[in-house]
């Protein structure tokens, strides 16, 4: 009996000394997985600007229509300008919470895993 304990002591020191690696490729991954999605927001942000950007070039130039306060050509512009503004904006936050949770890792892991 006596054996088997210090064979089970033997095995868990082994354990714990590879805890620390095990741990450090924990917080890279997260740490990477975090830029990787700040990355990804940050690009679908670029492409919504590209894509409203073009909607406004696309008008540019056309005779305006005097039939209201706003033709339909404004209108189109202030649609897309407040929608690209508010999902901008809300790209732009959720890029800037994971470029600040792979900065801190073990701090956000830690915040993540209760």
């Not at 649609?79 to 900065?103: C, E, H, R």
């Amino acid at each position: 009996m006596d054996k088997q304990i210090e064979e089970l002591l033997r095995l868990l020191n082994k354990g714990v000394a590879q805890l620390p690696n095990a741990l450090n490729v924990i917080v890279q991954q997260y740490a990477i997985n975090r830029l990787v999605r700040s990355g990804f927001e940050f690009l679908a942000a670029l492409i919504l600007f590209l894509a409203t950007w073009r909607i406004m070039i696309a008008f540019k130039g056309e005779p305006r229509d005097e039939d209201g306060i706003l033709s339909d050509k404004e209108v189109v512009y202030v649609v897309a300008g407040v929608i690209t503004t508010f999902f901008l904006f809300l790209m732009l936050l959720l890029m800037a919470k994971d470029i600040s949770s792979a900065l801190s890792p073990v701090y956000s892991l830690i915040q993540s895993l209760r």
